[in-house]
C-alpha cells in the first residue's frame, strides 16, 4: 500500500510562487494517477490537478489552470505541484492522493489513499 506525506507548504504572499511535493513510499508512483485537492476552512475538499497513471496526461480544475502545474519525477517518487500567481482564495490545506483508475481522474471519491496534507496561506 503506497504511502503519501506532502511538504513544502507555508505562508506566502499574494503573487508568489509555492512548490508542493509529495513523496510516495512502499509503491512507485507512475502506478498510480496522482492527484492534488485542497480544502479551506468550512468548505469541501476540493480537486485541483491530476496527473494520469502511465501516460502522465494531466487536468486541471478552472480556478488554478494557467497558474498550478502538476508534474512527476519517477526517479524521486515524488509529485510536484507547482503554484505561481497565488491569491488569498488558494488558502487552504493541501493533499497529495493516490487512484489505481486509469485516465485523468478529479473525483475525490477515486482516491484511495491520501497523504495528511500541508498548509498553504497567501496572505493579501
Known amino acids: 500500500q503506497v504511502q503519501l506525506v506532502e511538504s513544502g507548504g507555508g505562508l506566502v504572499q499574494a503573487g508568489g510562487s509555492v512548490r508542493l511535493s509529495c513523496a510516495a513510499s512502499?509503491?512507485?508512483?507512475?502506478?498510480?494517477?496522482m492527484g492534488w485537492f485542497r480544502q479551506a476552512p468550512g468548505k469541501e475538499r476540493e480537486f485541483v490537478a491530476t496527473?494520469?497513471?502511465?501516460?502522465?496526461?494531466?487536468s486541471y480544475a478552472d480556478s488554478v489552470v494557467g497558474r498550478f502545474t502538476i508534474s512527476r519525477d519517477n526517479a524521486k517518487n515524488t509529485v510536484y505541484l507547482q503554484m505561481i500567481t497565488l491569491k488569498p482564495e488558494d488558502t487552504a490545506v493541501y493533499y497529495c492522493?493516490?487512484?489505481?483508475?486509469?485516465?485523468?481522474?478529479?473525483?475525490?471519491?477515486?482516491?484511495?489513499?491520501w497523504g495528511p496534507g500541508t498548509q498553504v496561506t497567501v496572505s493579501s
Open positions: 492522493a493516490a487512484t489505481t483508475w486509469v485516465g485523468v481522474v478529479s473525483v475525490r471519491n477515486a482516491y484511495g489513499t
Open positions: 512502499g509503491g512507485t508512483v507512475s502506478s498510480y494517477g
Open positions: 496527473i494520469s497513471r502511465i501516460l502522465g496526461t494531466t
